[in-house]
């Protein structure tokens, strides 16, 4: 796993290598240009990768694994943990669409389920009281704009900005 | 017990204004009875920059000014990022009800000229008018070895290439100045923290600034940094400052200085615009403004321009700065 | 002088400001304990009550939210591994750790002791040598500021033994991804692909939530299978908050000093700040510490030298505020502004002519630093209740908190997908073996390091001999060195002396 990792990494620093050195212009008798520090920092990296992948290889002929290592992949599709990256995930491109109240507001009872509370209907009394809570605290006092969203959700975010008394 | 009472209400509370927020929404649209516009709710006007510099102090006292001539709340949000283009974008992809109002400076267009983002600002955005405009002002160190505008060119004659200048950004109306006024002989340098710029010309570490008069104030008092030229059309009225050329004077055309004004995007009413044109009008003239802009050395040009003088100034900026620094 | 230290007692003991300066202590704290507002947030939050008040008062006033905040995020760092200002992101190493073990109520003690003993040397420096150190300040041009960024880097190599190269790895990357966006001196778009959420760059903010706070509840998620869920509560919710005794404070004095030292230095250099000077200690710390290997499991000594240094900090921004009108970071450059509405100019001149300005500002740091403790150590113990809570609750709340404070910083939801993206990499990253202590130590003093080595080829016209012959460059850049090769010639001199 850390092979291929690695691997992908060098790969990308490469075409990273090449890619700066086409955006900036180049360097002046006074000035190092835009590429110059990037640049250091690539080759370092793809030389260290390129040992660390030596490293690994040696390492893994010693205890004769697979390429993969332990990892199962098909069981870490299946797992909570994937499921938890995925919600995370979702939560974060959802916020700018449906605005912060529904986004999560919708979270904390889908985390929630996925850590294993099954009381459905106190779960989402406490998910709606702490997204009560936390938006009042952030866009009351603290006056923090929280997103919108956009549509309807904006409109529904742009009532309640009226509700709050401050 | 009794916190769960109350995150019950609470959530069942939520639950019913919010279907009832759903219900209304729809007709609380604008209202443009007999062309006459009326301000239902707040208004908010976006910063592109970070909270606590020039351009949100300002946009702060205009807004707490402005307030008091709409009669509703005006909030200022600040989205920061990418030179000011990431606030501009946003501005821009709100919906224009007439609510949303943009703060912005040339500096933003100017990175779209520069060709550092592909984001049409000139093309997204209208001026409606202008608060403040600002100026700038070249200032080096106290042991330096010229005093007024006439020595430093002599002094760079004599030294080619030894002159470095530094600025806030490399494509910004500093740097403009810079090269308006010098040519190709002092070098610009970008700094990041405008704290480290100022500690560099007292230390002695470059040469020349060019910055804004407000920020280096307590310095030129102290002592600590002279002026060398300001770019401006008239001497400034500034303590410390009265005795200093002007661009005009020595025939130099770098008269660059950032204007902070409003902006509206595209398909905002013309009831609104109109009427937060007049309210404004009537903020920047307040005492409370104009007192501000008096403390912070803002007085020096005149700021106000309604929305006809600003697009022709906001035009004239763009021209000049694409034959500056177009590609 | 000693006028100063009497002047500055004599303003902040009288009842209306001592109330006020309290005031400001326990508004500083709570908003630097919450996510996503920042020091200098807390500042501008505190603005409007200030505008009411007489300037030398209002001063005192934001100079104690400033300096309470700093500590207040020292907190949430320690109980959620949220840190609540980034200053305080080396805190949560050891802090987190040992909040675990049922000891959150001793690192958050430690935590606070250091933070005042950490404002309050800083503020008896500025108070006394404020003219001499604004002097060494000013000697610090962009070439000895690239020689301070480099030697917090040059840590990198003995960051975690057990496998430099990858805590090599991981440190670089933190270092690329510091270059994304605008590049610093000529503003040209780098490793954008177009997108205008990256020409803004990478910010660290949204990286060190995602990587400390989100992989920790992930992490969460997997253990949750293998225990049980009221035993998980059970272990976390036992924090008493045992007080370290003074003989355990003691013994950590040394570091708490070296600390304090180094914070208030890091604080005076324009273009540094508290966040450097936390990780710069944190680095020094495991560089110089007896026990290195230990640092990161949840040991006092890391919990101490984070938190002294960024307190320290504080104090030492307000030393160039004051002795050259420049402030030493966006926290000063508000109050700045503050105080010229009120008709004030902070700068050396009013300090020559008002003097009570400096008292002010000096006898605020010393009641807050003192009122602090007992305010951070009340409020702690109200977001420690938080712990008790059932996991269930507790873990996705932590997420929605990382992603407001992600999202505060530019009010841009782009930074909520950064964090999460940060967190879910970040979980895979950590689990191959890579540092993310050594990434984020990258992205923190990457952007320094470069423009301020590029700042200097420009000034010097593009000699290198001339940037590092220059006497602070060289000295520095020699201990880098040293460092780098320290742990690779090691062995060798171990086995010499076998020999």
Redesign the interface.
């Known amino acids: 796993m850390d092979i291929i990792f690695s691997l992908i990494l060098a790969i990308f620093c490469v075409y990273c290598f090449f890619l700066v050195g086409a955006e900036s212009p180049a360097s002046t008798p006074t000035e190092l240009g835009a590429a110059f520090w990037p640049r250091i920092i690539l080759v370092l990296m793809i030389i260290l990768l390129v040992v660390n992948i030596v490293n690994s290889l040696k390492a893994q002929k010693e205890n004769k694994s697979s390429l993969l290592g332990e990892m199962n992949l098909g069981g870490f599709f299946k797992s909570k943990l994937f499921v938890g990256m995925i919600l995370v995930a979702v939560m974060a491109l959802f916020m700018s669409v449906i605005g912060f109240m529904p986004d999560c507001l919708l979270f904390l009872i889908a985390y929630g389920f996925l850590l294993g509370e099954r009381r459905i209907p106190l779960l989402v009394i406490r998910s709606l009281a702490i997204t009560a809570v936390l938006y009042v605290i952030f866009q009351g006092a603290l006056d923090i704009m929280l997103a919108r969203g956009v549509g309807p959700f904006r409109e529904f975010a742009l009532f309640f900005e009226m509700l709050l008394p401050f | 017990m009794k916190k769960k009472l109350l995150?019950?209400t609470?959530?069942a509370a939520?639950?019913v204004?919010?279907l009832a927020?759903?219900g209304n929404?729809?007709s609380s649209g604008g209202s443009a009875d007999n062309g006459e516009w009326k301000w239902e709710?707040?208004v908010?006007i976006i910063c592109p920059w970070?909270?606590?510099?020039g351009a949100d102090?300002t946009v702060r006292t205009f807004a707490t000014a402005l307030e008091k001539e709409l009669g509703v709340s005006v909030?200022v949000?600040?989205?920061?990022?990418?030179?000011g283009?990431?606030g501009v974008?946003?501005a821009c992809s709100q919906?224009a009800d007439g609510y949303t109002y943009l703060m912005c400076t040339p500096s933003p267009m100017l990175?779209q000229i520069?060709g550092?983002?592909?984001?049409d600002v000139y093309g997204k955005i209208n001026p409606l008018c202008q608060m403040v405009h600002d100026c700038n002002i070249f200032v080096t160190g106290a042991s330096s070895p010229y005093n007024n505008y006439q020595e430093l060119t002599d002094y760079i004659a004599a030294n080619p290439?030894?002159v470095?200048c530094g600025v806030m950004?490399?494509?910004g109306l500093d740097a403009a100045c810079v090269e308006a006024g010098f040519g190709g002989t002092v070098?610009p340098?970008?700094?990041?923290?405008?704290?480290?710029l100022?500690?560099?010309v007292?230390?002695g570490?470059?040469d020349l600034a060019c910055v804004g008069p407000?920020e280096?104030?307590?310095?030129i008092?102290?002592g600590?940094m002279k002026v060398i030229l300001s770019c401006t059309e008239e001497r400034l009225s500034l303590a410390g400052m009265e005795n200093v050329e002007c661009a005009k004077e020595v025939g130099l055309d770098c008269f660059f200085g950032p204007s902070r004004g409003i902006f509206y995007t595209e398909g905002t009413p013309e009831a609104a615009i109109k009427a937060f044109e007049a309210a404004a009008e009537k903020a920047i003239a307040s005492d409370d403004f104009q007192n501000?802009a008096k403390?912070?050395g803002l007085d020096q040009r005149q700021g106000w321009m309604n929305m006809a003088d600003f697009k022709a100034a906001w035009d004239a900026d763009y021209k000049d700065l694409t034959e500056l620094f177009g590609k | 002088m000693f006028s100063t230290l009497f002047t500055g007692l004599k303003i902040v003991f009288t009842p209306s400001t001592f109330l006020l300066i309290t005031a400001g202590t326990i508004l500083g704290v709570i908003f630097g304990a919450m996510p996503g507002v920042s020091a200098s947030m807390a500042v501008a939050l505190a603005l409007p009550f200030a505008y009411a008040m007489n300037p030398v008062i209002a001063i005192a006033f934001l100079v104690a939210v400033y300096c309470a905040s700093i500590t207040g995020g020292g907190i949430t760092a320690i109980l959620f591994r949220i840190p609540g200002t980034p200053s305080s992101a080396p805190t949560t190493f050891d802090g987190y750790p040992m909040a675990q073990r049922g000891e959150a109520g001793k690192a958050l003690g430690f935590s606070l002791v250091a933070s005042a003993v950490g404002g309050l040397i800083a503020a008896f420096a500025m108070a006394l040598i404020s003219p001499q150190l604004s002097a060494v300040a000013l000697k610090f041009g962009p070439s000895e500021l690239f020689a301070v960024s480099f030697l917090g880097l040059s840590v990198l190599s003995c960051l975690d033994s057990g496998n430099i190269v990858k805590t090599l790895i991981s440190g670089l990357l933190g270092l690329l991804l510091a270059c994304v966006g605008m590049d610093p001196m000529l503003g040209i778009a780098r490793f954008t692909w177009g997108n205008s959420t990256l020409l803004s760059g990478i910010e660290m903010i949204p990286v060190m939530i995602g990587l400390f706070a989100v992989t920790e509840v992930l992490k969460q998620t997997v253990k949750q299978k293998k225990i049980d869920g009221a035993e998980e509560s059970e272990s976390n919710g036992k924090m008493k908050t045992v007080l370290p005794s003074f003989v355990e404070l003691w013994e950590t004095k040394i570091t708490m000093l070296r600390a304090s030292i180094l914070g208030t230095v890091v604080g005076i250099l324009p273009g540094a700040g508290a966040t450097i000077a936390s990780f710069l200690s944190y680095a020094i710390e495991k560089k110089v510490s007896k026990h290195p290997e230990k640092l990161g499991t949840g040991i006092p000594d890391g919990i101490v030298a984070s938190e002294a240094a960024n307190n320290a900090a504080t104090g030492g921004s307000m030393v160039p505020l004051l002795s050259l009108g420049i402030p030493g970071g966006n926290a000063a450059a508000i109050m700045m502004t503050a105080l010229v509405i009120k008709g004030v100019q902070i700068g050396p001149m009013l300090i020559k002519t008002q003097p009570e300005y400096l008292a002010s500002v000096f006898g605020s740091m010393l009641l807050t630093n003192i009122v602090m403790v007992i305010v951070a150590m009340g409020v702690a113990k109200v977001f420690a209740k938080i712990l008790a809570v059932p996991y269930s609750v507790l873990g996705p709340v932590i997420v929605m908190l990382a992603a407001i404070g992600a999202y505060a910083l530019n009010n841009n939801t782009g930074d909520v997908v950064l964090m999460a993206g940060a967190g879910i990499i970040g979980y895979m990253f950590v689990k191959l073996g890579y540092n993310s202590a050594a990434l984020v130590l990258g992205l923190v003093l990457g952007q320094m390091c470069e423009s301020n080595f590029r700042r200097a080829y420009t000034l010097t016209n593009g000699s290198l001999v001339q940037i590092f012959t220059k006497p602070i460059t060289a000295v520095i850049m020699t201990a880098c060195v040293i460092m780098l090769l320290y742990p690779f010639v090691k062995p060798f001199i171990a086995k010499k002396k076998e020999a």
């Open positions: 995150a019950l609470m959530a939520m639950a204004t919010a927020g759903c929404s729809g709710r707040k908010e970070g909270t606590g510099g102090t909030v949000n600040n989205k920061s990022g990418a030179g283009v990431t974008e946003f919906p990175a520069s550092a983002t592909d984001y290439g030894k470095k950004t490399i494509t070098e340098v970008a700094y990041t923290e405008g704290s480290q100022n500690a560099d007292i230390g570490h470059v407000a280096v104030s307590a310095m008092a102290s600590d501000w403390q912070e």
